[in-house]
């Protein structure tokens, strides 16, 4: 208890001159420090806000070069992408044309076909291996060649419509990825520091892309490959067109003018036919006469012969008559001569005449067999025109090749 109440000890004059020149000095340190860091903290906020502008003016310019450069090659893809999109459109319309040429084909070719079927329906010596059958099977042939060639270039047509669409589903991605890279970096320019929590905040639920693997050569290089399988696919394509044209307008005369020969040569064939058909009826007709006439030389032959019979009898009887005479007066007289001489050429006239009716009766029947025979030709002719003139011609001289 003694030891609380106890009085504090004394300091001496010294002492407390030297605790306030001490507290003093320690005083004006901090104050000297602390003026010090308020300089340093001064320039360094001044620095960094320096630093802060020429850092966000370097990165708007750099947003701005980079908005400039997305501009160039959104606007490079966008004029590809038109010029494909145009050709794909012109190698459809002409993939429309080769298709309508292919199904024009089928017509010409079915009625070739029918005709050489019909055609086979002549008998005789008119199912000849004519020059007609012959244009026929050559326009066979051309169609057939046409119609397989036509084939092949639809299916270069579609295969090469697959690589401009494919080119142009790469330029379409590469699009959309430049719209939405423009659409950020042009959002990024237009932030502030004043609008950038706020922003933000808005925007913190997107995920951020993680890649930033691609080199800005790579960048360019990428759309750059773009445009050049573009351009390339393009040129294939305007190439394929321009031949595909030349082969449209070179198949189309093709087939005109095999079917033009084939029709100048029915025509040719018709009229050879008619010409022979003429010709025979003509002959059928002087043939008909001439039957007619040797009808009449065998009538007149066998009335000729029947005539000769009375006197032949009256010739006979006299002489049967004579040799009835009495003894000395059967006599070798010139009467009896003449009676034996008469009888000989009554017996040779009947003789020739009838000679002559069997030789007239030969002749009828070799006319009667020509007449035949000719009404034969002339039926066989008959069904040949029909076929040529009637089927083949209704089959074939409708058709019209028009341009492809």
């Not at 300089?39 to 947003?63: F, G, T």
């Not at 030349?246 to 079917?259: C, F, I, P, W």
């Amino acid at each position: 208890m003694s030891q609380v109440l106890k009085a504090p000890p004394k300091f001496l004059p010294s002492e407390w001159k030297h605790a306030n020149h001490v507290h003093f000095r320690s005083a004006e340190a901090e104050r000297v420090r602390s003026e010090r860091l308020t300089d340093e903290c001064k320039r360094l906020i001044e620095d960094s806000e320096k630093s802060v502008r020429r850092m966000q003016q370097d990165a708007n310019n750099r947003l701005e070069q980079r908005l400039k450069d997305i501009k160039f090659w959104r606007q490079e893809l966008e004029q590809k992408l038109q010029e494909i999109v145009q050709e794909i459109e012109l190698l459809l319309t002409m993939k429309n044309r080769v298709e309508r040429a292919l199904g024009s084909c089928s017509e010409p070719l079915q009625a070739t076909l029918d005709c050489l079927n019909e055609r086979q329906k002549r008998v005789e010596i008119d199912l000849v291996h004519d020059e007609v059958e012959k244009e026929l099977l050559k326009e066979k042939d051309v169609i057939e060649g046409v119609s397989a060639l036509l084939q092949r270039t639809l299916e270069q047509i579609i295969e090469q419509i697959r690589l401009n669409r494919s080119a142009k589903y790469y330029l379409e991605k590469d699009l959309r990825d430049k719209f939405q890279a423009e659409r950020i970096d042009d959002f990024c320019s237009l932030l502030s520091s004043t609008t950038a929590s706020a922003e933000e905040q808005a925007g913190a639920g997107q995920r951020p892309d993680g890649g930033l693997a691609v080199t800005p050569q790579e960048w360019e290089t990428f759309s750059d490959v773009n445009i050049g399988k573009a351009e390339k696919e393009r040129n294939n394509s305007a190439s394929l067109r321009a031949l595909v044209e030349n082969l449209l307008a070179q198949t189309a005369a093709d087939m005109r003018r095999q079917h033009e020969a084939t029709g100048s040569t029915l025509e040719l064939r018709i009229h050879e036919t008619r010409s022979a058909k003429a010709a025979l009826e003509d002959q059928l007709s002087k043939l008909l006469v001439e039957i007619a006439n040797q009808e009449q030389n065998l009538d007149a032959l066998k009335v000729a012969v029947a005539d000769k019979e009375g006197p032949v009898k009256l010739a006979e009887t006299r002489l049967h008559a004579r040799q009835q005479r009495p003894r000395a007066e059967l006599c070798n007289d010139h009467a009896h001569r003449r009676l034996l001489a008469e009888v000989q050429q009554l017996k040779s006239h009947v003789s020739r005449l009838k000679e002559g009716l069997s030789q007239s009766e030969m002749e009828l029947r070799a006319l009667t067999r020509s007449q035949l025979l000719l009404e034969e030709e002339i039926q066989v002719k008959s069904n040949s025109l029909y076929i040529d003139e009637v089927i083949c011609t209704q089959l074939h001289q409708p058709i019209t090749i028009h341009d492809f």
